[in-house]
């Protein structure tokens, strides 16, 4: 089982606190974005059409702090921009790995090796470094050479300090069913990662490279053929097998937008990481004043073509834990 037994532990048991609770929104990790500044600029990104004024903004760590103990999230992905550009952001993960939150710190790995030192290993800790493809193609998608490799030195040297590892790999139009597999394969079995993540891309609206994202169909028949022979089984993927099946056609599901909601230097979006119709100041103002009947595919013509794990993971985890048949399958994997 790729997800450490400690946090499946503490997610379960928190999971049946808000089932106890009567609740029916609740966040399960949260997206936290303490910057937009990011070192590099890739045409699928619309995270850094920001202003210059906003892009050299830096969230206080009392502020960081304060949202995710507001939320009661068990886990946090601090995302960006670029985390590791932030001068203060190892003493944010270090406080919320203080209050017993799992951490997973995203990045492009172009300044983990330099920020190593500032970091200690931990079961509430882990890397998440992006990787969208082998050599060419990653470097392809970050528009910048020789990314790959100072994002693979970085990854071994962070395992070689005893770190958790795990990667993020978004992939487009221009992938194919091999080139799932073959990132996956080097990330398994070559480099060693501890856990993988992966994602068809969203048309974020201000992405510079518009022809490239994928719909639904092509985002099907690209993981059934990628899944096929059994091969995912053997993959370390952090993801339920239900979102995996979701991901080939195999169950449909609706977005759940507050499960993985997004807080930043503005607050907390609406309705999710990747559509921004506003700001709530805190998780409670965002749940009650969002009308959450108007997103999703068939509602909204932005989520038509969304497949992102921050919208559908949440929906595959709360159906594990409703079937004791499910359950029992994520954890066998």
């Given at each position: ?37 990011c070192?590099?600029?890739c ?30 999230a068990?886990?946090?992905s ?5 985390p ?12 919320l ?39 060419e ?22 395992k ?22 073959d ?9 060693g ?36 022979d ?21 169950v ?14 503005f ?47 949440p ?19």
């Amino acid at each position: 089982m790729a997800v450490p037994m400690r946090q499946s532990a503490r997610l379960g048991w928190y999971l049946f606190r808000q089932r106890v609770a009567g609740r029916d929104k609740f966040p399960l990790i949260v997206e936290l974005e303490p910057l937009f500044q990011c070192n590099l600029a890739c045409a699928g990104c619309g995270k850094i059409q920001h202003p210059e004024h906003e892009l050299r903004r830096r969230m206080p760590v009392e502020q960081a702090v304060g949202a995710i103990e507001e939320s009661g999230a068990p886990m946090v992905s601090i995302a960006g921009g670029e985390p590791l550009i932030h001068p203060e952001i190892h003493v944010i993960a270090s406080e919320l790995i203080r209050r017993k939150r799992f951490v997973y710190l995203c990045t492009n790995a172009l300044l983990l090796e330099k920020k190593l030192d500032n970091f200690k290993p931990s079961p509430y800790f882990a890397w998440a470094v992006h990787i969208d493809g082998l050599r060419e193609r990653h470097d392809e998608s970050v528009e910048r050479e020789g990314v790959f490799d100072k994002a693979v030195a970085a990854i071994k040297a962070a395992k070689a300090r005893g770190f958790r590892v795990t990667t993020n790999t978004t992939f487009f139009t221009n992938d194919s069913a091999a080139n799932v597999r073959d990132v996956l394969d080097f990330l398994n079995d070559d480099l060693g990662v501890d856990e993988m993540m992966i994602s068809p891309a969203y048309a974020y609206e201000k992405a510079p490279d518009q022809d490239h994202f994928l719909g639904v169909k092509q985002t099907r028949e690209i993981f059934r053929e990628a899944f096929a022979d059994g091969r995912r089984k053997r993959w370390r993927l952090n993801h339920t097998p239900l979102f995996l099946d979701f991901l080939e056609g195999k169950v449909e599901y609706e977005c759940t937008p507050w499960g993985i909601p997004s807080y930043s230097l503005f607050g907390w979006q609406r309705p999710c990481y990747l559509m921004g119709d506003g700001y709530a100041s805190t998780y409670k103002e965002l749940l009650e004043t969002t009308d959450w009947s108007k997103y999703g595919r068939g509602r909204d013509p932005r989520c038509d073509n969304c497949m992102a794990h921050c919208g559908y993971e949440p929906t595959a985890v709360l159906d594990t834990m409703r079937s004791p048949r499910q359950y029992l399958r994520a954890i066998a994997r």
